[in-house]
Nanobody, 125 residues
Framework: QVQLVESGGGLVQAGGSLRLSCVASGRAFTTYTLSWFRQGPGKEREFVAA????????YYTDSVKGRFTISRDNAKNTMYLHMNNLKPEDTAVYCCAATQRYSQNYRQPREYDYWGQGTQVTVSS
């Protein structure tokens, strides 16, 4: 069993930055693929970024490439999402998710077994 808790959301102006954190408790954190998803108002949940257990393989959705960076510190059981040059369309609830499966379907929410409650990110224009 893994519990995930996000933090770091808030209100920021367009062009600003935020760093989200996801702290995990439970066993075998280092073996999990971790991801960030987001759900904006009136929108479906969408994949944002993923990072494999080793930390050296990452994936991003096209709309955040060059602006967001995902990272993890296995010693601290923590994953991060550094978000720069934020845009109003980035406004959403951001959730972290974890799976032990080394799946190529990492963009699909159904691949994940554990989810956090989410943290709100609001970007004003």
């Amino acid at each position: 069993q893994v519990q995930l808790v996000e933090s770091g959301g808030g209100l920021v102006q367009a062009g600003g930055s935020l760093r989200l954190s996801c702290v995990a408790s439970g066993r075998a954190f280092t073996t999990y693929t971790l991801s960030w998803f987001r759900q904006g108002p009136g929108k479906e949940r969408e994949f944002v970024a993923a990072i494999r257990w080793s930390g050296d393989i990452t994936y991003y959705t096209d709309s955040v490439k060059g602006r967001f960076t995902i990272s993890r510190d296995n010693a601290k059981n923590t994953m991060y999402l550094h978000m720069n040059n934020l845009k109003p369309e980035d406004t959403a609830v951001y959730c972290c998710a974890a799976t032990q499966r080394y799946s190529q379907n990492y963009r699909q929410p159904r691949e994940y077994d554990y989810w956090g409650q989410g943290t709100q990110v609001t970007v004003s224009s």
